[in-house]
């Protein structure tokens, strides 16, 4: 096959001829140099080494005139001699760039001496154009047929080649290894710096850790000591009591015998017999007292008794083996990888950090010194809560106010994890998690399902209309089992929710105006019908047990007891505030708030009155679209699903002051017609949405 090859064409100089043109002398043919050889420049614009010109002026020079040994011109020899001449700075900047330079050795071919090699950028590989007759494919008249063949396996494209001169890839390839070598040092000079960094941090928090097992050894030595001084104080403090009343008893038996003693003297001079008798009736009365002096008044008996149920060498070991430990971490920041799940605006996001070690083994303890931030398009720190699951894994929770590229960093160490920062996209389409069932009349089939409810097990209870039953769901949306009742007949039930005690059923047939009550298995307890009641499509129970009835006839909530006693009447049909155009649900909020469905969202206190509207979209011709299905979980946050001309969605609404969270909405999974919405118990950020229009439940994140 015949190659289109490009020669490309280049400039290759002869040091030799060059040295000899430019460098060299013309009158000693010495080369250049910046000692005797020194370049001067002419007036005639010839350049002559300083030698050479000391020369000629000695021999030659006339009148303080000389001629140019080249052109013959008269030269005026200025003062100061000729090294005064002005240095040739074009061949001195010659020298300068031809000693940076490396001189070449231009590779020749071995067959042909005066061929220079070629170099093939494209097929990577060296010929001689002589040899090859022009291309660098190597014939069987000039090579083996193996190397035949290997070169027309290489060279099979079509393309132009690039072929140079092999001086010039040579010279490329060693300006190339010189800039790799370059960038290799310079990262080994960074890695050792940070290492050498990171080995200070350790010395330095070593430091700090051996400060601080001395501090509290210190600590435990001296409340020993103190204890010890207490109680050797309490020692102290016993026996100077006791021996103080003895030191007492001693100086009253002192003072008595002194005064004996005095009284012994006194009498030695004694005649009168009545004195003597009087000092003997004295002493017997003092012999009295002497005799209960005879017995101190306080003993000598003190023991320290040791507690002896504690074997307090052993206690006191046991007591600092607790005392802490030295904890240390083999995370490799470089090799620790982060996963995400898709970020959704307003919902609550969580990332995932694995810690792995240098050998690549992931870590199974926590404890790591972890940062982390996340940081939206315009440059904003979003809030974020880091956990630490204690298994080497750390989990961050955020939660994105707006769509976009956000960014997140993950710091362990003060060191970058891998890949970080991480960039990731926000979207506002929030796709179901599971979603159950389509068209039919089977376990997977739904006609027509319109209203659901959920028990204290997140189970589900989908109101199959058009089938004239009541689908059982996991909280996963597995088909449990139907649920079939005489009062679900006549494919007109349109409502359901738990009753009071949350173990039974209670719906609402529109058709019959009836309202049962049933066990979980079908079973029917109780019910009622009333007058009243022309178009009942909704029911819900609050804690009081009373049963309340959206009446699309009557245009309000009416409130029952159990037994099926009309109460009161809440709301009527109208325009103005708290007033109905077309009832769709109802339901009970945390604290008894009574909600209704409607174009708008109307909410009354547990006695009825009115408090607000929430989610009133208008336009020129009056209120657009309705809302359908609504549910409040327990933090206060309203579910309701809307319907408009163009399209469907799920609102997540505050409660409390109405303020919108977010919205349910995909381009994936479009809501056709949601008709029912139902919070998950258990589970705290998922609810379950009933779309008539595709026959199907749904499960979505909502928070």
């Known amino acids: 096959m015949n190659l289109s090859s490009t020669l490309v064409e280049t400039v290759s100089i002869d040091y030799e001829d060059f040295n000899e043109s430019f460098l060299t002398c013309g009158t000693c043919l010495c080369t250049y140099d910046a000692v005797e050889h020194n370049p001067k420049l002419l007036p005639c614009s010839h350049t002559i080494c300083l030698e050479c010109l000391t020369r000629i002026v000695a021999t030659f020079a006339r009148d303080s005139q000389f001629r140019c040994p080249i052109c013959r011109e008269l030269i005026t020899i200025p003062q100061g001699g000729v090294q005064a001449l002005p240095p040739s700075f074009l061949v001195n900047q010659l020298l300068d760039l031809m000693a940076r330079q490396r001189r070449e050795v231009v590779p020749k071919c071995g067959s042909h001496p005066n061929q220079e090699l070629l170099f093939c950028e494209t097929c990577d590989c060296v010929?001689?154009?002589?040899?090859?007759?022009?291309?660098?494919?190597?014939?069987?008249?000039?090579?083996?047929?193996?190397?035949?063949?290997?070169?027309?396996?290489?060279?099979?494209?079509?393309?132009?080649?690039t072929v140079i001169p092999f001086s010039i890839a040579i010279k490329r390839m060693s300006e190339i290894l010189l800039y790799k070598a370059n960038e290799c040092t310079s990262k080994l000079d960074t890695a050792n710096e940070t290492v050498t960094k990171e080995m200070h941090k350790l010395d330095h928090r070593g430091d700090a850790a051996y400060d601080e097992v001395r501090i509290l050894f210190e600590e435990v030595v001296k409340a020993v000591e103190k204890r010890r001084d207490e109680v050797l104080l309490d020692v102290k403090r016993k026996k100077d009591e006791k021996r103080k009343v003895l030191e007492e008893q001693l100086k009253i038996i002192q003072t008595e015998k002194t005064e004996v003693d005095a009284d012994v003297e006194k009498m030695q001079h004694q005649v009168e017999v009545r004195n003597i008798t009087k000092k003997i009736s004295e002493l017997n009365t003092k012999l009295d007292a002497v005799n209960q002096l005879s017995e101190p008044r306080e003993n000598s008996y003190m023991v320290f008794c040791r507690n002896e149920e504690i074997h307090y060498p052993d206690h006191i070991k046991q007591?600092?083996?607790?005392?802490?430990?030295?904890?240390?971490?083999?995370?490799?920041?470089?090799?620790?990888?982060?996963?995400?799940?898709?970020?959704?605006?307003?919902?609550?996001?969580?990332?995932?950090?694995?810690?792995?070690?240098?050998?690549?083994?992931?870590?199974?303890?926590?404890?790591?010194?972890?940062?982390?931030?996340?940081?939206?398009?315009?440059?904003?720190?979003?809030?974020?809560?880091?956990?630490?699951?204690?298994?080497?894994?750390?989990?961050?929770?955020?939660?994105?106010?707006?769509?976009?590229?956000?960014?997140?960093?993950?710091?362990?160490?003060d060191r970058p994890i891998k890949d970080c920062p991480l960039f990731f996209e926000v979207t506002d389409h929030n796709s179901p998690v599971l979603s159950f069932g389509s068209k039919g009349i089977k376990d997977k089939g739904f006609i027509q399902p319109c209203s659901l409810t959920v028990d204290h097990n997140d189970d589900l209870y989908v109101v199959d209309t058009g089938n004239s039953r009541i689908k059982v769901l996991s909280k996963n949306l597995d088909f449990q089992s139907h649920i079939f009742n005489e009062n679900l007949e006549g494919r007109s039930v349109t409502g359901v929710c738990l009753g009071s005690s949350g173990d039974t059923l209670v719906t609402v047939n529109w058709r019959t105006k009836t309202i049962t009550e049933m066990s979980l298995d079908g079973r029917t307890i109780g019910g009622f019908s009333h007058d009243d009641m022309i178009e009942p499509i909704a029911v819900a129970v609050n804690n009081n047990d009373e049963v309340l009835i959206a009446d699309n006839g009557v245009g309000c909530i009416l409130v029952f007891e159990s037994c099926g006693k009309?109460?009161?009447?809440?709301?009527?049909?109208?325009?103005?505030?708290?007033?109905?155009?077309?009832?769709?649900?109802?339901?009970?909020?945390?604290?008894?708030?009574?909600?209704?469905?409607?174009?708008?969202?109307?909410?009354?206190?547990?006695?009825?009155?009115?408090?607000?509207?929430?989610?009133?979209?208008?336009?020129?011709?009056?209120?657009?679209?309705?809302?359908?299905?609504?549910?409040?979980?327990?933090?206060?946050?309203?579910?309701?699903?809307?319907?408009?001309?163009?399209?469907?969605?799920?609102?997540?609404?505050?409660?409390?002051?109405?303020?919108?969270?977010?919205?349910?909405?995909?381009?994936?999974?479009?809501?056709?017609?949601?008709?029912?919405?139902?919070?998950?118990?258990?589970?705290?950020?998922?609810?379950?949405?009933?779309?008539?229009?595709?026959?199907?439940?749904?499960?979505?994140?909502?928070?």
């Open 319 to 413: 007591m600092l083996k607790n005392v802490g430990s030295v904890k240390t971490s083999k995370t490799f920041p470089s090799l620790c990888r982060a996963s995400m799940e898709t970020s959704i605006s307003n919902l609550e996001t969580t990332a995932r950090i694995q810690t792995i070690d240098y050998n690549g083994k992931m870590q199974d303890h926590g404890g790591d010194p972890i940062t982390a931030e996340v940081i939206d398009e315009k440059g904003n720190q979003i809030t974020t809560k880091l956990y630490d699951n204690e298994d080497g894994s750390y989990s961050v929770k955020f939660t994105a106010k707006g769509v976009g590229t956000f960014c997140m960093k993950v710091n362990i160490f």
């Open 127 to 161: 010929f001689c154009s002589t040899c090859t007759a022009g291309s660098h494919i190597i014939t069987p008249s000039t090579g083996n047929q193996g190397a035949e063949a290997s070169n027309t396996d290489r060279n099979s494209s079509s393309s132009d080649h």
């Open 566 to 703: 009309l109460k009161r009447k809440i709301g009527c049909k109208g325009k103005n505030k708290g007033e109905f155009k077309e009832l769709s649900s109802v339901c009970v909020g945390p604290d008894g708030e009574i909600i209704v469905s409607d174009t708008r969202i109307i909410v009354f206190s547990a006695n009825g009155e009115f408090l607000r509207e929430i989610g009133t979209v208008s336009s020129k011709d009056g209120p657009r679209g309705r809302y359908c299905g609504v549910s409040v979980d327990r933090s206060g946050l309203l579910l309701a699903a809307r319907m408009e001309k163009a399209k469907s969605y799920i609102q997540v609404f505050s409660l409390a002051d109405g303020s919108l969270q977010s919205v349910i909405d995909s381009h994936g999974s479009k809501l056709k017609r949601p008709t029912g919405v139902a919070v998950s118990n258990r589970e705290d950020n998922y609810a379950y949405v009933v779309d008539i229009g595709h026959d199907c439940v749904r499960k979505y994140r909502y928070k």
